[in-house]
């Protein structure tokens, strides 16, 4: 059994700064893929960052230069830090990796999301 749990969400003013936290157990083998996504209500959800196991980064062209993506594997664990937070960043964040169980079977897990609150 594999579980995926976010924190360090929370209500910041905007220009302000927070970071996630994302961290998978259980029964893991590997780790390919982690990603973070956002849903603001009345949207889709939509990618925000992600990182492959070597480090390869990938940001939505609207938080490029203010959000950094990064992992320790030895942990199972992906940050998101957040920087010069601005109103419309408000949303539920949830948390996406792509695991390997022991048994070698590719599986995709999500985080149950944390609230990101902007205030302008």
């Known amino acids: 059994q594999v579980q995926v749990v976010e924190s360090g969400g929370g209500l910041v003013q905007a220009g302000g700064s927070l970071r996630l936290s994302c961290a998978a157990s259980?029964?893991?083998?590997?780790?390919?893929?982690m990603a973070w996504y956002r849903q603001a209500p009345g949207n889709q959800r939509e990618l925000v960052a992600s990182?492959?196991?070597?480090?390869?980064?990938r940001y939505a062209d609207s938080v490029k230069g203010r959000f950094t993506i990064s992992r320790d594997n030895a942990k199972n664990t992906v940050y998101l830090q957040m920087n010069s937070l601005k109103s419309e960043d408000t949303a539920a964040y949830y948390c996406?990796?792509?695991?390997?169980?022991?048994?070698?079977?590719?599986?995709?897990?999500w985080g149950q999301g944390t609230q990101v609150t902007v205030s302008s």
């Open positions: 996406y990796a792509q695991i390997a169980l022991a048994s070698m079977t590719w599986r995709d897990y």
């Open positions: 990182i492959t196991s070597g480090g390869r980064t």
């Open positions: 259980g029964s893991i083998f590997s780790i390919n893929v």
